[in-house]
């Protein structure tokens, strides 16, 4: 029992893997939207105006492809290092530039608060299902019992 309490029920590699095919899917479908749909593409590039972002005419089809081709490789386990790397450059990159105006508007009453609401960013927690899904996908047969 207190094995169970302090280790787990062990399960670790499929709840890495399932985290790995969940902020892939939602990346890859982010992305694609971003991509093929106008409405989407022109909040996006109305975004990268308001934030300032340099190289517009670039960046408003280099994010959501790399969105869109990351989240899929993430996705299928190819190459998922390198890819959930490259979406961990963005997701930065957008905690960066547009953090500390959000942070503004929730108004924090104290330090505390502030890190609080640093920490609600949804960025800086897909940062850390990031760091945990660049990890290669387990072998399947290490899984079966």
Known sequence: MMDLLFVGVGWTDIALTLNRIAVGAFFM???YHKLFNAERHRTVVDELKALGIHALGFN???V???EFSAGAAVFIGLLAPLAAL???VLILVAIVASG???IKV???IDEADRIDDWLYL???LYALCWSWSSRPAP???ALMP
């Open 139 to 141: 072998d399947p047969t």
């Open 106 to 108: 929730y108004k924090p």
């Open 100 to 102: 500390p105006q959000r």
């Open 122 to 124: 949804p960025e800086v």
């Open 64 to 66: 959501p492809l790399v």
């Open 29 to 31: 479908l982010s992305g």
């Open 60 to 62: 408003q089809w280099w």
């Open 86 to 88: 490259g979406l961990l």
